[in-house]
């Protein structure tokens, strides 16, 4: 085995685990705030 090999793939793997986790968040932040706004729209529009 390489050394080397080993150390570049497990850096790779911690930038695609990294950028993974970075996409997961950015899109339940996104999920969340346009749930959040459609929620309020509806509320919105509940007649008082």
Known sequence: MVPGA???GG???R????L???ATVA???FVRS???AEAC???DERPV
Do not use: E, Q, T
């Open 15 to 18: 930038w695609g685990c990294a």
């Open 41 to 43: 729209v509806h509320l």
């Open 20 to 22: 993974l986790m970075s």
């Open 27 to 29: 899109v339940g932040l």
């Open 34 to 36: 346009r749930w959040n």
């Open 6 to 8: 080993v150390g570049k």
């Open 11 to 13: 850096s790779r793997n």
